[in-house]
């Protein structure tokens, strides 16, 4: 289902990941990369469409809401580090019901250790969900803001304008993390709230864990009746 998809790329397009270092009573969030090492998350998301029209899996005309659990591997490997710039192959593999899915896409992008886009203004990590980080060290209930576009199966492009707040950081078995929450909301073809929390290890800089929910409304040409959809997903790391 195309349109499970798409919503479920979108809902991971604000996941991302820090390296976590304290400045005096303040936290500079940066990427940290290491070249060769690669690194495996699987995003696993439960999406609802009310208002579809019709059972894609039927081809039927249907008002009953369809529901699908998707899963995404997604693979990163870091190819090189040059300096403060690093170059990342980057593997998504959209996996639906049984296993069945797509062809694995791998794209190159560079990237600096806030996470900004460098060499190739097409790029995008929006797959990885690596947002883009403040350029100076933040004190524990700082904010800042980011954007990410999200499309899959053809579907038209969704941008996401995300604020996000640095919660502070906490201690399990002795392994220090740092908690970001995130509230964002959708402009585009539809409209959307999204609400995210991740949990960041302090001390390799990459995403242990997040939750994140959406829930959005937009036009249904073939029913001319609004047509809603909701999605959770978890991202974990490998």
Request: hydrophobic share 40%.
């Amino acid at each position: 289902m195309k349109i499970a998809l798409f919503f479920a790329t979108a809902a991971i397009a604000s996941m991302g990941s820090a390296q976590v270092v304290a400045k005096g009573s303040s936290y500079l969030l940066r990427y940290q990369y290491t070249p060769g090492k690669t690194y495996t998350i699987l995003v696993k998301t439960a999406s609802t469409v009310v208002g579809l029209g019709l059972d894609p899996r039927t081809g039927q005309k249907s008002d009953k809401p369809i529901s699908q659990n998707v899963d995404i591997p997604i693979k990163i490997k870091v190819v090189s580090v040059k300096g403060e710039i690093a170059t990342l192959a980057v593997t998504v593999t959209p996996m639906g019901p049984k296993g069945k899915g797509g062809e694995p896409q791998t794209n190159q992008v560079q990237v600096n250790r806030r996470g900004q886009i460098v060499g190739n203004k097409e790029a995008s990590l929006d797959n990885i969900g690596m947002f883009l980080y403040p350029e100076k060290a933040i004190g524990i209930g700082a904010t800042w803001e980011g954007t990410a576009t999200a499309a899959s199966g053809g579907m038209p492009a969704m941008t996401v304008k995300t604020t996000y707040t640095f919660a502070g950081v906490k201690s399990v078995n002795g392994k220090k993390y740092a908690v970001i929450t995130a509230k964002g909301k959708s402009t585009g073809f539809m409209t959307a709230d999204v609400v995210s929390n991740y949990q960041v290890a302090a001390g390799d800089g990459f995403l242990l864990h997040s939750t994140t929910n959406l829930k959005g409304t937009m036009a249904n040409p073939q029913t001319k009746k609004p047509l809603s959809l909701t999605v959770k997903a978890t991202m974990n790391r490998g």
